[in-house]
T-cell receptor, first 112, second 115 residues
């Protein structure tokens, strides 16, 4: 059974700092990996999707990398802003199961 | 609207009551997913539809949970004889293709509280 772990569970940084969120998964037979953002009381917003054949994806200040063989992904946020404060969730799509398996998330607070 | 919508946004039920949660996916999206999210946790898969066919219901926690998508668009998640452990946020997501591996677009969720 696929398991996804995110470290750290919570992170607080001053505005402007670059930061890295970590995600690991136990079964490397994945189709893709997605990073989501969740604001309190809201649904999930997809940030980046990395196909299993890709190594990284970039969108603005966000860069996500994937090392499928080692079961790891990182989300890099450059020049953090208070508006980046949210919970960031990592999820892997395992085609055999046709479902996303999520980690528990990293709660990020960017202090002004 | 262009996004996934869910109703009601909040539902308070007495233990033993039946509830029905609705999901309107993005128009034209073939795949539809239901997830359950407990407080402080990531969402957990409940069930998956490809058009009107329910292809995977392995995540439904008990036979009190039932989902349908009769015309391949709107879906309803029904919980019978609700229990306190059913309290959670229920999220619906849809994706364009029939395999579900594309980006999933999530609705705002229905927050269910069972007293």
């Amino acid at each position: 059974k696929q398991e996804v772990t995110q470290i750290p569970a919570a992170l607080s940084v001053p505005e402007g700092e670059n930061l890295v969120l970590n995600c690991s998964f136990t079964d490397s037979a994945i189709y893709n990996l997605q990073w989501f953002r969740q604001d309190p009381g809201k649904g999930l917003t997809s940030l980046l999707l990395i196909q299993s054949s890709q190594r990284e994806q970039t969108s603005g200040r966000l860069n996500a990398s994937l090392d499928k063989s080692s079961g790891r992904s990182t989300l890099y946020i450059a020049a953090s802003q208070p508006g980046d404060s949210a919970t960031y969730l990592c999820a892997v799509y395992s085609g055999s199961a046709r479902q996303l398996t999520f980690g528990s998330g990293t709660q990020l607070t960017v202090l002004p | 609207g262009a996004g996934v919508s869910q109703s009601p946004r909040y539902k308070v039920a007495k233990r033993g009551q039946d509830v029905a949660l609705r999901c309107d996916p993005i128009s034209g999206h073939v795949s539809l997913f239901w997830y359950q999210q407990a407080l402080g946790q990531g969402p957990e898969f409940l069930t998956y539809f490809q058009n009107e066919a329910q292809l995977d219901k392995s995540g439904l926690p008990s036979d009190r949970f039932f989902a349908e998508r009769p015309e391949g668009s709107v879906s309803t998640l029904k919980i019978q004889r609700t229990q306190q452990e059913d309290s959670a946020v229920y999220l619906c997501a849809s994706s364009l293709g029939g395999q579900g591996e594309e980006t999933q677009y999530f609705g705002p969720g229905t927050r269910l509280l069972v007293l």
